[in-house]
Each structure stands twice: as structure tokens, then as C-alpha cells.
């Protein structure tokens, strides 16, 4: 079995986002009741907060000292479906520390793997703007980090989330030593993530489905186009974006996969980059489908590779 860790924090519970807010901090808390539920006593991963020089990796100046003040100083975000409050500068500077530490800890082989399930989560955050619920690019950062601090060479990173990770296709989207592969559906928000933008020499691919589309076509997707493209770009480390928003039950998408897909889908990446994965939670709102995904992923990263 493999040694797979869990990062949370409960600095996590205190980005609030108001009442109604999908994104709210009732979603660790049900993660938490589900591996309780299930058993599951994984080791933690510790962390500090990020610095400031790791949020500039991917963020700029200006970005990083707004959402400062706008947390700090109750100032209103121009983007008013990405709520903040005073707990949410630290809750994100410890998503972004935590990203890096469960890196860490995968290349120090302390771990074979992590689950990061924290809060805010990160993949629509652009260099200059927070917006769908992301203050800063937590997937985006560590992959900086892997290269800039570790050394590694390629880095892939998988995106399921049902929203296309818009924030994270731009920051590399003309670098091609990382890979980014999207899956989502479409028509959806953010609007962007088309099969024809394809990144410098290929190191970009979108993989668009419509709604209501059968899970068959997203475990297709992975395993016949993306599969395929990983091995030819040989990356050294894998990040997921695991949204369980195509979950059948989420209210934000209209997709049909039950727990089991979401746990097919990390076993058929489980030999990418020999195995060293972190992943990271981006969406799911349904709160009961979020621990019950989240469980059944944590158990196939649990599983040996075969």
C-alpha cells in the first residue's frame, strides 16, 4: 500500500464567503467526516504559510497586495463571486505553503503521494486576478516551485475539475516544460479551455464535454488523449486539479460521474512521473459527493501500482 498523506489545515475553516456561498468551509468538514467515516487516519502534512517570494512565482505585486487589503482592510473585490474576510489571507497563504509542502514531502520520499484538501482553492487564479472562488494558483505555484526550487525539469498537471483551469493554461500556456491537460465541460463557465489551443510545441491540451456526458467518455479521455500525451512529454512530477464537481449530484455541473469513476481515473494516472503525485482539491458543492469522492481517490492514491 502506498503511503499516502493528507494536508489540512484548520486555518481552512476560516475563509468565509458568506452565507449561500458554494464554496464554503462546510466542504472540508464533510471530507473530514467522510475519511472519518471510512476509517481513514492518514499522516498530515506540515506546513508553514507561503512567502511572499513563492506567491510572485506565478502572481504579481499588485495582485498579492490587493488581495491583502481586501482581506485585511474588508476592502470589496471587483470580482464579487470570490468572496473574502479577514481569515483568508492566512487560510490561502497556508493553501500555497501546504501545495509546496506536500511536494516536499513526495520528493523526500517521506511520502509516496498526497491529498491536499484545503481551502481557498486555486486553478482560475491568474497572475493579476483572483476570480471563481481562487485568490491565488495553488497547482500553478507548486509547479513553479518543483522547477525553480527543486530542480525538476517537467511537470505535468491534470486538471478534472468540471470548470476549465483557466488560470493555470495561461501561466504556462507559452512554456513548454509544463504540460497542462484539461478536462471540462463545455458550455460552462469560465468560458475558455478549446481543443485548438495547444500551448507551446504542444505542451497544452483541452478535452471538452458536453453535458450529460457518459463517465465512459471521460475515462476514454484520460486514458486514449492525455494518457498518451504524458508519456511522450516524460514529466517528472504530476499535480492534479481534482474537482469532483462532474460528480452526478453537484449543483454547479451537469455531468454523470459517480465516486467510483473519480476513483478509476487516479488509478489509470498512478504511473505518471513514477508514481510522485500531489493532488490538489479544486470544486465540489454537493457536500455528501465531495467526502464520498474524496475517500474513494484517496484510496485508489492509496492503492499499489500495478
Not at 486555486?122 to 505555484?141: K, R, S, T, Y
Not at 526550487?149 to 488560470?167: F, P, S, T, Y
Not at 460521474?257 to 481515473?265: G, I, N, R, S, V
Request: proline share 6%; charged share 20%; glycine share 8%.
Amino acid at each position: 500500500m502506498a503511503r499516502t498523506g493528507l494536508f489540512f489545515r484548520q486555518e481552512g475553516l476560516k475563509h468565509e464567503t458568506g452565507p449561500l456561498h458554494p464554496e464554503a468551509p462546510a466542504r472540508l468538514l464533510a471530507i473530514l467526516k467522510a475519511f472519518d467515516n471510512a476509517g481513514l487516519n492518514p499522516e498530515i502534512v506540515e506546513a508553514e504559510p507561503a512567502s511572499r517570494e513563492d506567491l510572485l512565482r506565478i502572481h504579481t505585486p499588485e495582485h498579492i497586495d490587493l488581495i491583502q487589503n481586501t482581506c485585511m482592510k474588508g476592502w470589496t473585490y471587483p470580482d464579487l463571486d470570490t468572496a473574502m474576510s479577514k481569515g483568508s489571507w492566512l487560510a490561502a497563504l497556508l493553501a500555497v505553503g501546504g501545495a509546496i509542502a506536500s511536494c516536499r514531502a513526495v520528493l523526500d520520499k517521506r511520502l509516496d503521494n498526497v491529498f491536499w484538501a484545503m481551502r481557498p482553492p486555486g486553478h482560475h487564479a491568474e497572475a493579476d486576478q483572483a476570480m471563481g472562488f481562487c485568490l491565488f494558483n495553488n497547482v500553478a505555484i507548486a509547479a513553479r516551485w518543483l522547477q525553480q526550487e527543486a530542480g525538476l525539469k517537467r511537470v505535468a498537471i491534470l486538471d478534472w475539475d468540471i470548470h476549465h483551469g483557466n488560470g493555470t493554461q495561461h501561466a504556462f500556456y507559452d512554456d513548454d516544460t509544463v504540460y497542462y491537460a484539461s478536462i471540462h465541460q463545455h458550455p460552462h463557465y469560465p468560458g475558455t479551455g478549446f481543443p485548438d489551443e495547444r500551448g507551446l510545441n504542444n505542451t497544452n491540451l483541452n478535452v471538452q464535454m458536453p453535458p450529460g456526458a457518459a463517465p465512459e467518455q471521460w475515462l476514454y479521455a484520460i486514458e486514449k488523449m492525455i494518457l498518451p500525451e504524458f508519456e511522450r512529454f516524460d514529466p517528472d512530477f504530476l499535480l492534479l486539479s481534482s474537482g469532483f464537481d462532474a460528480h452526478r449530484a453537484d449543483p454547479l455541473g451537469r455531468q454523470l460521474l459517480e465516486a467510483e469513476h473519480f476513483a478509476e481515473m487516479t488509478r489509470l494516472v498512478k504511473k505518471v512521473a513514477n508514481g510522485r503525485i500531489v493532488s490538489l482539491l479544486e470544486g465540489g458543492y454537493n457536500l455528501e459527493s465531495l467526502g464520498v469522492c474524496s475517500v474513494a481517490h484517496f484510496r485508489a492514491l492509496q492503492e499499489d501500482t500495478p
